[in-house]
């Protein structure tokens, strides 16, 4: 039972990350039906400017405020990657709005090795480590045998996670961007017939799911404190399965996607066998899209002829 | 980085808005610059982590971007706005390709079949080996996996993001039975050939019902599952370490090396490693060659009819009363056999292979060929293949790059920047690929100038 609770509460925090990615992809795909497939290399690129971010600030204040250095490095991190979720979409994917159906696909995968190459070249191949943060951890449950923790880490994560959540949550049920998105997201053209700037919001939609994989970057850095250029490509696959899982276009299902998942993977590692972790998940992805299509939570999609 | 205003009456130069706009540009590049290229992150000598400072690389990114937008924006203002932005070939190359296409067929043929004479004469005997192992036998083993994925991706119209796993169980197939029963690169050829067309069905399966990126998806899913499958099982695969020694092909039972019962002893030549690498270089001419003809044929026959039938639109297929499922089992399976045969190949010409050789990327490789040269042309395939991996082949050639950029400037490491820059910079060129020739091969009474995927994108 402990060993059970202990596995619940490193889930959690895995899949809220997930989560976090899960949303860009989910968001993407809802308003231009398009699998976004750089998007776990922006995700691995945030990772590396939180990195350079957080040494930046250490090393002018020292390490002793550490929540406020996160807090900075978060914003700035947001900011950042914001911006090449923009850049990404202006240069990449929206001359290729109204092509035929792969062209998109294939370009974001080519953005994709790019992203990861160019990271490569421009920080080196080694695995690079930040030093450790946020160490202590609170004892839930004492037994002789096994003692169930959260730590600091953990705490961290997922009230970020949900806080930001909630927040977007409001932004996208709430506002009139929101409603644009939503508008978009039903039907392009008409949206755009009754004045809504497409193309901003769409540029909109990659902003914000940019700022949210940076989340899940910070995030990512403060649990493992290690991130190499190739972390992109495996939370990304992992964080799409979430979204559909969940219900590819559902919000809300993309988080409860990318919680299912890092129970899953943890529990897999914890019971089974670790090695086959990613197995797992990738066996996920196949039998949730050849027997549930739209996933817990999403709407069935009607063909049209 | 906005579409500058350019009405027909301000025809003349407006420096200020060029220059706006480069200003944009240089303060956006300036933005993604700022903490990922600006400090430079590595290991000291106590193994910490220290930030190196590169504002010099951030400067010349930002002027570079800053005078490359400016002299854009000047050009665009200058251009009418229906002519095509370049025009690299005169009007009319491409017809004239086409309509010579038998032509130029035959003669590309020659130039394959002589390749290695050609190379030998010009290189030498000890430079030929770089030319025909590097460029030959790699391009053409790129130009044959195209080919086998065409038949799911250009022919049938089924993204398949996974074409690596059946690359690697021909690889794998090839490898076990050969250290592990003896048999010769003859009977294996053909039995991963099989084996990889067997697997084709098994995956083919469970995904008949998706279309589009989910098919895409979960085809990538099964290529890793495949490939993780083997790092894991350690006792089958033998993990990460792969499979070494595996048993080179021999010249129908002569192996070649240097004894007396070996290829050169027996036909009376000097001993040159040149010969396998001569041989290889022909086995996969062949192969590549047999993989073309049957896609021509089949293309001919009523379950290629049903494969562009499939691509073209599923539904009108189905109510027409064509099996969809066997049509697209028999394009996976297809497709996946040729795979089979290239790894097959590829396992005996490097004699050693691990799961690192079938990694995702690989199969983006194969599908970035396919893609920009045009789905179902053939080829369109092949000068993708020669662009692609001829290119950053190419790229290692490039020492004299070296004295201009000082030593530690290293061609190689741009290699995968490039092949990811070029896939998105040639689908915002032409998205149809490079040679966009996707003609359905049957049709009603006349030929339809444009098919109906153009149509549905504005063009007709």
Known sequence: MEVFLQQLINGLTLGSIYGLIAIGYTMVFGIIGMVNFSHGDVFMLSAFIALIFFMLIASFFGAAMIVLALIFVLVLAMFFTALWGWTIERLAYRPLRGSFRLAPLISAIGMSIFLMNFVQLVQGPRNKSTPPMLNKSITLIESATYSVQISYKQIVIIVTTAVLLAAFWYLVQKTPLGRAQRACEQDRKMAALLGVDVDRTISITFIMGAALAAVAGVMYLVLYGVVSFHDGFVPGVKAFTAAVLGGIGSLPGAVLGGLLIGLIEVMWSGYFSIDYKDVAAFCILAIVLVFMPSGILGRPEVEKV | ?460
């Not at chain 2, 220290?50 to 800053?66: G, H, Q, T």
């Open chain 2, 1 to 460: 980085m906005t579409a500058p205003a350019s009405t027909p009456a301000a025809r003349e130069r407006d420096l200020k808005a060029a220059l706006k706009e480069a200003a944009f540009a240089a303060l956006i590049t300036f933005g993604l610059c700022i903490p990922i290229i600006a400090w430079g992150t590595r290991q000291n000598m106590d193994n910490v982590l220290v930030l190196d400072p590169r504002w010099d690389a951030v400067a010349w990114a930002v002027a570079i971007v800053f005078v490359g937008r400016f002299l854009v924006a000047l050009r665009q203002q200058t251009k009418d706005k229906r002519k095509p932005m370049v025009r690299l070939l005169p009007h009319g190359t491409v017809g004239f390709f086409q309509r010579h296409s038998r032509l130029f067929s035959l003669f590309g043929l020659g130039f394959l079949v002589t390749f290695p004479i050609i190379a030998i004469n010009l290189a030498g005997w000890s430079g030929a080996l770089k030319w025909i192992d590097n460029f030959g036998v790699q391009i053409l083993i790129y130009v044959m996996l195209g080919w086998g994925l065409n038949i799911v991706v250009g022919l049938a119209g089924l993204l398949d993001l996974g074409y690596v796993a059946f690359y690697a169980v021909g690889a794998y197939s090839y490898a076990l039975l050969a250290k592990n029963f003896g048999l010769s690169f003859w009977i294996l050829l053909p039995l991963s050939g099989i084996l990889a067309a067997f697997w084709g069905m098994l995956l083919g399966f469970p995904v008949l019902r998706l279309r589009g990126d989910y098919l895409a998806i979960v085809t990538l899913a099964f290529g890793e599952i495949i490939r993780l499958v083997l790092i894991n099982w350690v006792d089958f695969s033998g993990g990460y370490a792969g499979i070494s020694g595996i048993p080179r092909p021999t010249f129908f039972g002569t192996p070649f090396n240097a004894s007396d019962t070996g290829f050169a002893a027996k036909f009376g030549f000097e001993f040159s490693p040149l010969h396998r690498t001569i041989f290889l270089y022909y086995v996969i001419l062949a192969l590549a060659l047999i993989t073309a003809f049957v896609t021509l044929r089949l293309r001919r026959l009523p379950v290629g009819r049903a494969w562009e039938a499939l691509r073209e639109d599923e539904i009108a297929c189905r109510s027409l009363g064509i099996n969809t499922t066997n049509t697209k089992l028999t394009a996976f399976s297809i497709g996946a056999m040729f795979g089979g045969f290239a790894g097959s190949f590829f396992a005996a010409r490097q004699g050693f292979i691990s799961p690192e050789s079938f990694v995702f990327m690989e199969s983006a490789t194969i599908l970035a060929i396919v893609v920009l040269g045009g789905m179902g042309s053939l080829w369109g395939c092949a000068i993708a293949a020669i662009v692609m991996v001829g290119g950053t082949e190419l790229l290692r050639e490039l020492d004299w790059l070296k004295q201009v950029f000082g030593n530690e400037f290293d061609p190689t490491k741009y290699r995968m920047l490039l092949f990811g820059f070029a896939m998105v910079v040639i689908m915002i060129w032409k998205p149809r690929g490079l040679i966009s020739t996707r003609e359905p091969t049957a049709y009603l009474k006349e030929k339809k100038a444009i098919s109906a995927d153009m149509v549905q994108e504005g063009h007709g």
